[in-house]
């Protein structure tokens, strides 16, 4: 089964940090560009960043850079998003999808994880 599974969300006080994790089963995660994508409530989606899979490399949104990373890990075919420096602003569902290249289309999706920034 093709599936992708995020995890690792949470309440988490400004500045703080996060760890998610978007972890592929049933095929080969490495074979595909991954981005992390967020959706606040009354919001459009929004994209966060991407890393590709022909040479690693990551982008990120303006919002985000600098504080978010995305990395790789082939031997556990998961993709990591590693947020520090926390804004409520921040706070929103955040899902990971996979796609032939970063650009799209982007036709895999996880179920989201909630990311909650907040005293």
């Known amino acids: 089964q093709v599936q992708l599974v995020e995890s690792g969300g949470g309440l988490v006080q400004p500045g703080g940090s996060l760890r998610l994790s978007c972890a592929a089963s049933g095929f080969t995660l490495a074979n595909y560009a991954v981005g992390w994508f967020r959706q606040a409530p009354g919001k459009v989606r929004e994209g966060v960043s991407c890393?590709?899979?022909?040479?690693?490399?990551?982008y990120s949104a303006l919002a985000v850079k600098g504080r978010f990373t995305t990395s790789r890990d082939n031997g556990k075919n998961t993709v990591y998003l590693q947020m520090n420096s926390l804004k409520p602003e921040d706070t929103a569902i955040y899902y990971c999808a996979t796609a032939p290249e970063c650009r799209g289309p982007y036709d895999n999706w996880g179920q989201g994880t909630q990311v909650t920034v907040s005293y």
């Open positions: 890393i590709s899979n022909s040479d690693g490399s990551t």
